[in-house]
């Protein structure tokens, strides 16, 4: 029940219809697979699988997702074919998770994956974190990770995929920035 990962495209195209049309019907077979030759594919791959998994029983797949996505530094092409696969309410649980409590490059990566694929709650979530790191960073002195997370707190407030914010709404997100690194990315936002 091996796959060829010495020829990753056809298990990435494979991986990726999966993800998006299969039913629930060959999950316990792909779950299988996945766990023989999953670390073996390309990060595009496994993360269209994971989706996959994910959606069907997010319960077993949740420890493989883990496991193939530590919480200690973010992973781009994964998370890409995670969020291309399509809506996956356990995915969203997963994201806020990450966005809680993980570094700052992987919480910056949860806020924009919670941007693209999340609902207005997820907006809400987003601003509460914000907040919450604005309070705690005020007149401190800021390490360049964290300065670079208030950045990509404030934009996924403002740019949700499944949410607008008014003119206002985003001037005043902009006009609280922090950090110097959030002031220089809206300087022009804030401005107006």
């Not at 999950?27 to 993360?47: C, P, V």
């Not at 269209?48 to 997702?65: D, V």
């Not at 992973?75 to 291309?84: F, I, Q, R």
């Amino acid at each position: 029940m091996a796959i060829d990962a010495g020829n990753p495209q056809p298990v990435e195209w494979a991986a990726a219809l999966t993800a998006r049309f299969a039913s629930a019907s060959p999950y316990d077979i792909l779950f299988a697979i996945y766990r023989q030759s999953g670390a073996g594919w390309n990060r595009r791959a496994q993360g269209y699988m994971l989706a996959y998994l994910m959606r069907w029983n997010s319960e077993r797949a949740l420890p493989l997702l883990r496991a193939a996505l530590p919480a200690s530094v973010p992973e781009w092409d994964m998370t890409y074919a995670l969020s291309k696969a399509s809506y996956i309410p356990a995915l969203d649980t997963f994201w806020r998770e990450r966005l809680a409590g993980s570094p700052p490059a992987v919480a910056a990566q949860a806020a924009f994956e919670m941007s693209q694929t999340g609902g207005q709650e997820d907006q809400e979530i987003l601003r509460s974190r914000l907040g919450e790191w604005r309070n705690f960073w005020k007149g401190r002195e800021i390490p360049r990770p964290e300065a670079e997370l208030e950045g990509e707190l404030a934009q996924a407030v403002m740019s949700g995929a499944h949410w607008r914010m008014t003119e206002g709404g985003m001037q005043a997100i902009a006009s609280g920035c922090v950090s110097e690194t959030c002031r220089t990315r809206f300087a022009s936002l804030a401005a107006r």
